[in-house]
């Protein structure tokens, strides 16, 4: 069989061959693992809903929130038991992480206190930053622990800065972002709470 000569016109078709099939196959793989990946991010929010509530039976129909400050829209799923409601799970964010944009999951009961939270994604270091999914839920530490506490009644920024939460151990500009996405909820649900 004889040798097929190098130039370009060969070079470039070989190019758009390869270049097609990855594509092609790129694509499949896309709509192959959409709806899976769609369903378990899907099925990891009603997860933290229920983690960071107190018991309810019922959620009512979720509403989008544009924070005081501007910025995304956060989601609000207000919870009820007996049909009263017991408090509201909302979807805020920061990007003030170390490493960028997280999103959190949290609750504020029916009193205004934030009642749990569930980082939900994240790509602060691993061993510190990523200390935040239970740092701010120690209860034997009043001093980081945000569960049954809000914003009005304490400073919902770090201690280095003046404020009433310790930060996570050489991890203060993950904490300053935590407590960020945290006061971006509660001014939203203030905000909500007047209309």
Known sequence: MAKKESSFLNMTVTLILVTGIAAAALGFVYDFTKS??????????????????????????????TPPEGGEELLFFPAYKNNELVGTAIKTYTNLGFSGHFVVMAGIDKNGNFSGYSVLEHEETTGLGA????????TTKPGQCIIEKNPETTNFTVSKDGGDIDAITA???????????LRRAYNSYKKEEKK
């Open 36 to 65: 899976p990946i769609e369903a378990a991010k899907q099925k990891a929010q009603t997860e933290a809903i229920k983690a960071v509530l107190p018991e309810f039976d019922k959620l009512g129909e979720s509403v989008k929130v």
């Open 171 to 181: 991890s203060t500009i993950t904490s300053r972002a935590f407590l960020d996405a």
């Open 131 to 138: 200390k935040m999914s239970t740092w701010f839920k120690n």
